[in-house]
């Protein structure tokens, strides 16, 4: 693996000193566990509104899939459940670098879906209503429309679904200048400070436990990513998610043949703000089997199944891990949070080589290039592959955020201004009805997001 250590190296959201508070708030009206996009972007419009918010990271912000995924800011083919909170979302993105005083790399580029096969193509034109609907400005191009948007490329593709007012930002950057935010307007962001559990009175939330001490609060919000699960099993509940691991590598600086998002050609491709390309493969999706595999098995069923040819499965010492570690724990010593600060799984070198011929065969000219920086994380997914955003009922006071399924980033911060407004009571003008947990347990009809 070649690593910059230039400002564009991703990596320096996850491999600087961790940062432990010298002391904390006694006290808040909102504690949030995790400094992901979700996480840092509820904290930021809480404390826009005057609340009192402590923000909690037991690693680095943006330090796991937050600071490692493909920084795509995409309307297109979303689940119609995530429209709504998604155009919200581009309207703070638009508006986000003036607002903040912060860069985060943010262009609105477009994103678009290119196929060879009539089948897909006719797929990405299903799809087209559901556009019309929202008034997004989704179009289709022709074979030859799409030269005019991708150069250079040897694909045979018929044809693509193209959305213009689609974006892209630095992932890297987005999350810790919206965190620097935060804290400016009055949130409290602690890294180095992992949350052991919570304190209940007669069923509700009365504090949060933390490795530095206890903050007295009625309200906690768990945006923990791939660690909720494991967080919320420890209270009680039982939220089906699992982890999916992603590969992905970034190019030199190098000439520019689009502008924007591709999906197509075995890959997903984005134009870097320093000018050069993140880079993932659509063929693979590794994960690693658990004993959480076989506990959500009959729920995850259907995604398999959705996803089987694509689905890389592997046993090794993520299953024994899992199996070590326990499913609660005493808060007056360290929890599993404090002996793993950062999920910083490997690169896949078989995917990095795939990724490299996909590459050279859709580009010629950059067949042999090297790539400066290659990466994984850890995508938490649910098992209809949208998010759960809730209070839970069985503990008043707790709220989820999680399983975005690798598709957060860009819809991160009109989640967050969701859950801030359903959080201090005040309407955010976005239904959220449709991601709660038990969804998954009440017989509901499971509605599979493919749009993905």
Same mark, same amino acid.
């Given at each position: 693996?070649?690593?910059?250590?230039?400002?564009?190296?991703?990596?320096?959201?996850?491999?600087?000193?961790? *940062?432990?508070?010298?002391?904390?708030?006694?006290?808040?009206?909102?504690?949030?566990?995790?400094?992901?996009?979700?996480?840092?972007?509820?904290?930021?419009?809480?404390?826009?509104?005057?609340?009192?918010?402590?923000?909690?990271?037991?690693?680095?912000?943006?330090?796991?899939?937050?600071?490692?995924?493909?920084?795509?800011?995409?309307?297109?083919?979303?689940?119609?459940?995530?429209?709504?909170?998604?155009?919200?979302?581009?309207?703070?993105?638009?508006?986000?670098? #003036?607002?903040?005083?912060?860069?985060?790399?943010?262009?609105?580029?477009?994103?678009?879906?290119? *196929?060879?096969?009539?089948?897909?193509?006719?797929?990405?034109?299903?799809? %087209?209503?559901?556009?019309?609907?929202?008034?997004?400005?989704?179009?289709?191009?022709?074979?030859?429309?799409?030269?005019?948007?991708?150069?250079?490329?040897?694909?045979?593709?018929?044809?693509?679904?193209?959305?213009?007012?689609?974006?892209?930002?630095?992932?890297?950057?987005?999350?810790?200048?919206?965190?620097?935010?935060?804290?400016?307007?009055?949130? !409290?962001?602690?890294?180095?400070?992992?949350?052991?559990?919570?304190?209940?009175?007669? $069923? +509700?939330?009365?504090?949060?436990? *933390?490795?530095?001490?206890?903050?007295?609060?009625?309200?906690?919000?768990?945006?923990?990513?791939?660690?909720?699960?494991?967080?919320?099993? #420890? %209270?009680?509940? @039982?939220?089906?998610?699992?982890?999916?691991? &992603?590969?992905?590598?970034?190019?030199?600086?190098?000439?520019?043949? /689009?502008?924007?998002?591709?999906?197509?050609?075995?890959?997903?491709?984005?134009?870097?703000?320093?000018? $050069?390309? !993140?880079?993932?493969?659509?063929?693979?999706?590794?994960?690693?089997?658990?004993?959480?595999?076989?506990?959500?098995?009959?729920?995850? /069923?259907?995604?398999?199944?959705?996803?089987?040819?694509?689905?890389?499965?592997?046993?090794?010492?993520?299953?024994?891990?899992?199996?070590?570690?326990? *499913?609660?724990?005493? %808060?007056?010593?360290?929890?599993?949070?404090?002996?793993?600060?950062?999920?910083?799984?490997?690169?896949?070198?078989?995917?990095?080589?795939?990724? @490299?011929?996909? /590459?050279?065969?859709?580009?010629?000219?950059? +067949?042999?290039?090297?790539?400066?920086?290659?990466?994984?994380?850890?995508?938490?997914?649910?098992?209809?592959?949208?998010?759960?955003?809730?209070?839970?009922?069985?503990?008043?006071?707790?709220?989820?955020? !999680?399983?975005?399924?690798?598709?957060?980033?860009?819809? &991160?911060?009109?989640?967050?201004?969701?859950?801030?407004?359903?959080?201090?009571?005040?309407?955010? &003008?976005?239904?959220?009805?449709?991601?709660? %947990?038990?969804?998954?347990?009440?017989?509901?009809?499971?509605?599979?997001?493919?749009?993905?």
């Amino acid at each position: 693996m070649y690593v910059s250590m230039s400002n564009y190296a991703v990596s320096q959201t996850w491999t600087k000193p961790i *940062t432990a508070p010298e002391h904390i708030p006694h006290s808040a009206d909102v504690v949030i566990i995790g400094g992901g996009i979700v996480g840092v972007t509820t904290a930021y419009f809480l404390a826009k509104n005057g609340i009192k918010v402590v923000l909690c990271e037991k690693g680095h912000i943006a330090g796991e899939q937050s600071g490692r995924n493909w920084g795509w800011v995409r309307k297109q083919c979303r689940d119609e459940r995530e429209l709504p909170m998604m155009i919200k979302s581009m309207e703070i993105w638009r508006q986000l670098e #003036s607002e903040i005083g912060e860069n985060v790399g943010f262009n609105e580029t477009g994103c678009i879906y290119a *196929t060879d096969s009539e089948k897909e193509l006719e797929k990405f034109e299903r799809w %087209l209503p559901t556009a019309r609907k929202y008034g997004l400005d989704t179009r289709m191009l022709s074979a030859k429309e799409l030269e005019n948007h991708v150069k250079d490329a040897t694909a045979d593709w018929v044809g693509a679904l193209h959305t213009p007012s689609d974006g892209r930002a630095e992932p890297h950057k987005a999350a810790p200048a919206i965190a620097r935010a935060a804290a400016r307007v009055g949130a !409290t962001i602690l890294t180095g400070t992992a949350v052991r559990g919570i304190e209940t009175t007669t $069923g +509700r939330v009365t504090a949060a436990v *933390t490795e530095h001490g206890i903050i007295k609060t009625d309200q906690v919000l768990c945006a923990g990513g791939a660690w909720t699960s494991m967080f919320c099993r #420890s %209270l009680g509940i @039982n939220l089906p998610q699992l982890k999916v691991k &992603g590969t992905v590598v970034r190019t030199p600086p190098i000439d520019k043949v /689009f502008d924007g998002e591709l999906y197509g050609g075995k890959l997903g491709i984005r134009r870097r703000e320093d000018g $050069g390309y !993140t880079i993932a493969s659509e063929n693979y999706m590794n994960h690693a089997v658990t004993p959480s595999t076989f506990r959500f098995m009959f729920k995850f /069923f259907p995604a398999l199944m959705d996803n089987f040819s694509i689905m890389r499965l592997s046993v090794g010492r993520d299953f024994f891990n899992e199996l070590r570690t326990p *499913t609660n724990w005493p %808060l007056n010593l360290p929890s599993p949070f404090e002996k793993c600060r950062v999920l910083n799984p490997d690169p896949d070198q078989k995917i990095i080589a795939s990724i @490299n011929k996909d /590459f050279g065969n859709l580009f010629p000219g950059f +067949r042999d290039i090297e790539f400066v920086e290659s990466w994984a994380g850890m995508i938490e997914t649910t098992p209809d592959v949208v998010p759960v955003i809730e209070e839970n009922r069985k503990i008043p006071g707790f709220y989820i955020a !999680t399983g975005f399924s690798g598709h957060g980033f860009g819809i &991160g911060p009109g989640a967050g201004y969701a859950i801030a407004g359903l959080m201090s009571g005040k309407d955010s &003008g976005i239904d959220l009805s449709a991601f709660k %947990l038990d969804r998954f347990f009440d017989g509901s009809k499971m509605i599979l997001n493919k749009q993905v």
